[in-house]
């Protein structure tokens, strides 16, 4: 047949990795990026209008430490901080590009116009790709596959109250919001109970006169800092595969609110702690604390000046209405027909279960966990499929297992949320293509076995074994939690004189619990 010509949509983190993988597989990738640089929502300009795409905002901190977020085989620079700035993430994503060689195989400033399959029979499993340059110049190409990498932050979602359209003041969404400085001296009112929002609100509160956010159903609040101040994502293990969700949810929610009073601070949520709202910024429940910042309920309607809640209560005089509230995920670029939009029925949220040649990379939101490990196993394994080596079942099962999908997703949000936990669905991917790690390890390598399965479960894992291997995965695992607690000890502190201090403590310690155990016996 020759070489697979694949063509991949977007240039963001999916599409990076979607480029890698056909290039590991042997493929001919051909990516399209209508922006003029690689990074897709990482790219930050203050000056720049996305439209309604999702865009960046000033002093965003990542909600994934470093060693969790990273690329399988290309971490970040050791001396990295553990939590991550938008210059930081923007360099790594440019520097895994050029390391790996895939800008050659990225056409900038065009845009894709019409995906649709190859009429002829005899050429089954193509496309033909229509694309426009800046110069307005449509082109039609025949490709072997296609990888959609376009991202879920497509369209913003904005909220409908009554009295809206007679406001005097300001509402925008949150994708135009850059800096916090823009509202200086005004009252402000975030919408939305995200991890936007609360950074948002968190950064008007500095300038602002006053601000408010109001959330439908509350929230649960998130520190970046779990147990003795390590991330909060490295408590994720694979252990945690064989605890039932309901232990799961009680620990989790009994971390959560030993670190703030959800009641005094009038976030409490209504819903259960895998399906509510969260909100990660650390400095967000002390800007409440110090009146900077007051939570409010529901939006019941709009006046001329101000906003009335659904507990009776109005606020006059408001300046800005700042909308957190989320993306529409749309393809302009394919028909009804060839993919429903409002179902995102897609075999293991990859595939389309009609046309197996169609896959869709990083279209879905995640439960914790980062979008690099899990976009970047759905290309491997999309790869696999394009190049024959990991078979998939006959249509209707692929059908039914993209109907299951969504249907467990419904029940479980009561709403068309295809958002899911990243581990699980990881280990799954993996399985597939024979990189998930294997218990045997302990046979083989027993201290690395001890990390794999008892420590973070690092990218670098997948890469351990299984097609396209890394040779530097095993120390990139062992180095991971020196990489994430080093970059912060920019102080010496001398280690032997602090433990000496306690060591009298431990001997009258100790000492005593020999007594009381003798008088136990006797």
């Known amino acids: 047949m020759g070489e697979k010509r694949v063509a991949v949509i977007g240039a963001g983190i999916s599409g990076l990795v979607a480029i890698k993988s056909c290039l590991e597989m042997g493929f001919k990738p051909c990516c399209f990026e209508k922006q003029s640089s690689i990074g897709g929502v990482w790219v930050y300009d203050e000056h720049t209008n996305r439209g309604e795409a999702s865009a960046m905002y000033d002093n965003l901190v990542t909600n994934t430490s470093k060693e969790m977020m990273c690329f399988s085989d290309f971490p970040f620079p050791k001396d990295y901080p553990p939590y991550l700035l938008i210059h930081h993430v923007i360099k790594n994503l440019r520097d895994y590009a050029k390391h790996y060689d895939l800008e050659n195989y990225i056409s900038f400033d065009t845009d894709v116009t019409g995906v649709k399959p190859v009429s002829d029979s005899a050429r089954v499993g193509q496309w033909n790709v229509t694309t426009r340059s800046l110069e307005g110049q449509a082109v039609t190409t025949v490709f072997d596959g296609v990888m959609v990498c376009t991202g879920v932050h497509s369209n913003v979602i904005m909220p409908v109250f009554p009295g809206m359209d007679e406001f005097k003041g300001k509402v925008v969404h949150s994708n135009a919001f850059r800096k916090g400085e823009t509202v200086t001296g005004k009252n402000v009112l975030v919408i939305g109970a995200s991890h936007s929002a609360g950074d948002i609100s968190t950064q008007c509160s500095y300038y602002a006169n006053m601000t408010y956010i109001c959330m439908r159903s509350g929230c649960y609040l998130l520190s970046r800092r779990g147990p003795k101040g390590q991330p909060l994502d490295s408590l994720v293990s694979r252990g945690a595969l064989h605890v039932p969700e309901c232990i799961q949810a009680m620990v989790i929610q009994r971390m959560f609110e030993s670190r703030a009073d959800f009641d005094s601070l009038g976030v409490r949520s209504t819903k ?59 393809f302009p670029f394919l028909d009804p027909d060839i993919f429903d939009d409002t179902r995102f029925e897609l075999y293991k949220h990859i595939l389309s279960p009609k046309y197996p040649t169609l896959a869709f990379i990083g279209i879905l939101s995640l439960l914790g966990g980062s979008t690099i490990p899990v976009a970047e196993l759905q290309a491997r394994w999309a790869t696999s499929v394009f190049s024959g080596n990991l078979r998939i079942p006959e249509l209707q099962t692929r059908q039914r297992d993209a109907k299951h ?118």
């Not at 967000?284 to 529901?298: A, E, H, L, S």
């Open 405 to 522: 999908r969504i249907d467990s997703l419904i029940k479980r949000h009561g709403c068309l949320k295809v958002a899911i936990s990243h581990l699980p669905y990881q280990e799954e991917l993996a399985g597939d293509i024979g990189a998930r790690p294997s218990y045997t390890l302990f046979l083989t390598d027993p201290k690395l076995a001890a990390k794999v399965f008892f420590g973070p479960a690092y990218p670098s894992s997948y890469r351990l074994k299984g097609p396209h291997q890394w040779h530097g995965a095993r120390q990139a695992i062992m180095n991971a939690w020196g990489n994430t607690v080093n970059p912060t000890k920019t102080r010496q502190v001398d280690v032997q004189n602090r433990t000496s201090i306690f060591k009298p403590l431990l001997v009258v310690t100790v000492s005593m619990l020999i007594v009381i155990l003798g008088i136990y016996k006797t």
């Open 272 to 330: 259960s702690i895998f399906t509510a709202s969260k909100i990660m910024c650390d400095t967000f429940p002390d800007r409440i604390m110090n009146g900077t910042i007051k939570v409010k309920d529901n939006v019941e309607m709009f006046t001329k000046t101000g906003v009335k809640f659904v507990d009776g209560t109005y606020i006059d005089n408001i300046d800005i209405v700042i909308c957190a509230t989320g993306y529409r995920t749309t």
